[in-house]
């Protein structure tokens, strides 16, 4: 099974500031499409996963400009240009090139400082 | 818009068996993979069943054998029947889409599942 490996699993951010959060795969996650199926997702407090990020880069409706992601291979990141009070949460990572499994990362706790 | 409500959790002894369910709508729902991602108190995300549209079934290794992904497209509905249940079976369950297995799209509400003597 691919191994997900996020760093850092804790991150304390200023509201305003930048956020960036890696994600690392244990085998390369493009699909022989060309295409790397990681995904990313926010989970708020006391809520549902959503997804924000999908095929590595593509922004999914609805979610701010300020979320981005890249990355191909076995690394990706996601960047959060300024952090809004609104963005604390857990985020996950997730690849599905090599499904089954489908495997997530272990998250990141994103806090305001 | 696209709504997953997620029903059927509840306590069990262990060796029980429980079934969750997961109406669908807002979107052609025979056309569309499932999946069940559960997370235990506390802790991470975790894969644990897949459904495509034709009805073929994926299992994570930790319930192979003993859960059952299954799903009704007459009434927009997935279903996880779950036996013999164990103690690291307790979670909040949730459903999902997805398209041929390699993501996952919106997700329901989660349904708790607490499995205790």
């Known amino acids: 099974d691919v191994v997900m490996t996020q760093s850092p699993l804790s991150l304390p951010v200023t509201l305003g500031q930048p956020a960036s959060i890696s994600c690392r795969s244990s085998?390369?996650?493009?699909?022989?499409?060309?295409?790397?199926?990681l995904n990313w997702f926010q989970q708020r407090p006391g809520q549902s996963p959503r997804r924000l990020i999908y095929k590595a880069s593509n922004r999914d409706s609805g979610v701010p400009d300020r979320f981005s992601g890249s990355g191909s291979g076995t690394d990706f990141t996601l960047k959060i240009s300024r952090v809004e009070a609104e963005d604390v949460g857990v985020y996950y990572c997730m690849q599905g090139t090599h499904w089954p499994p489908i495997t997530f990362g272990q998250g990141t706790r994103l806090e305001i400082k | 818009q696209v709504q997953l409500v997620e029903s059927g959790g509840g306590v069990v002894q262990p060796g029980r068996s429980l079934r969750l369910s997961c109406a669908a709508s807002?979107?052609?729902?025979?056309?569309?993979?499932m999946h069940w991602v559960r997370q235990a108190p506390g802790k991470g995300l975790e894969w644990v069943a897949f459904i495509l549209y034709d009805g073929s079934q994926y299992y994570a290794d930790s319930v192979n054998g003993r859960f059952t992904i299954s799903r009704d497209n007459s009434k927009n509905t997935l279903y996880l029947q779950m036996n013999s249940l164990r103690v690291e079976d307790t979670a909040v369950y949730y459903c999902?889409?997805?398209?041929?297995?390699?993501?996952?799209?919106?997700w329901g509400q989660g349904a708790p599942v607490t499995v205790s003597s």
């Open positions: 085998q390369s996650l493009e699909y022989s499409d060309g295409i790397s199926y």
């Open positions: 999902a889409t997805g398209g041929s297995g390699t993501k996952i799209d919106y």
């Open positions: 807002g979107f052609t729902f025979s056309s569309y993979g």
